[in-house]
């Protein structure tokens, strides 16, 4: 991780609600943004700011959020997410995020991601796909 990467650090987000980020059960007249699509987009906000901080090798994961997703936004509206590092603890990064569209203010929240090498994690992943294997062999 780069010295740049401290609390006060942000990024914001823009993006349009398409079909692939709506809800449909309760038809077409009632898409809106769904809250999984709005956990994804925030994700990947943080990992985006991590990634412009980060050193070659380097990427990070979710480890928690906790948002609170206030109001609907139509199919078709603008979304601004913004992300800003509240702290930095090691390779812990925490986030706080805010959403809005054209009209209110959506979400409020927050989000922790751990910064980690690639190659390592890829080592620890195929060691519990080992263990996985001989425990089912």
Do not use: N, W
Not at 55 to 60: F, I, W
Not at 90 to 109: L, N, P, Q
Request: glycine letters at 10%; charged letters at 30%.
């Amino acid at each position: 991780m780069k010295a740049s990467l401290r609390p006060g650090v942000s990024r914001t987000q823009h993006l349009v609600v398409d079909v692939d980020r709506s809800i449909g059960f309760m038809g077409e007249d009632g898409r809106v943004y769904g809250t999984p699509y709005l956990v994804r987009d925030i994700e990947h906000t943080c990992r985006d700011l991590l990634l412009e901080h980060g050193d070659a090798g380097e990427d990070s994961v979710g480890t928690d959020i906790a948002i609170k997703h206030v109001a609907p936004t139509l199919l078709g509206m603008p979304v601004e997410i913004t992300v800003t590092i509240s702290a930095v603890e090691g390779r812990k990064v925490s986030f706080d995020v805010s959403a809005k569209d054209d009209v209110e203010s959506i979400c409020t929240g927050t989000h922790g991601r751990f910064v980690v090498d690639v190659g390592k994690t890829i080592e620890r992943l195929k060691a519990k796909a080992a263990k996985r294997t001989v425990k089912a062999g």
